[in-house]
């Protein structure tokens, strides 16, 4: 099994076990989809969530700790997703002139922490994140290509804190 195949089923477990806790933030009305691939992993009418999970990532001190696979240690100023993501959030609401709201949501070390997208001025609140191209093995066995967001932790927030 290749490590994407882990990471990928580990993730999927994450989300069924996840729901209740975020049917506590979001409403009891928050679906889990479906989809293999869905691009977000809840949605309601007024908002979708994706969730990563990161077991390697920890909350000390106010500081995200990380521990890479071949034991480095770490603190983190900014945490990704892939940028595919924000594209299809961003084209979802310009498509259907909606105005439904994009959460990024990282259980770190069974902890929640949320970023809601935005897309303040032209180019987006560029200080609240940057767009970066990575070259790397993201668990087939060799390297790909592929823009990920960084959110700057400073943004990053504590779901207990969230305001709907």
Known sequence: MTQFDKDYKHGKESEIISLPDLRKVFGTD???????????DYF???LMCELKTR???????????????????????SIYFDAVKMR?????N?????????FIIWKCNNE???WEMN???EKGNREEYFVEEQNADFGH?????????NVRVEYIKPLSSISL
């Open 88 to 92: 299809f959030a961003f084209q979802h």
């Open 94 to 102: 310009k498509k259907n002139k909606d105005k439904k709201r994009f």
């Open 141 to 149: 066995g060799y390297k790909q290509v592929r823009d990920v967001i």
């Open 44 to 46: 309601k009418d007024d």
């Open 112 to 114: 929640y922490f949320y």
């Open 30 to 40: 928050l679906i889990l989809d479906d989809e293999m691939f869905a691009h977000f």
């Open 55 to 77: 077991d390697d990532i920890k909350f000390i001190d106010g500081e995200f700790h990380y521990t890479t696979r071949k034991g480095y240690k770490m603190i983190l100023d």
């Open 119 to 121: 897309w303040k001025g």
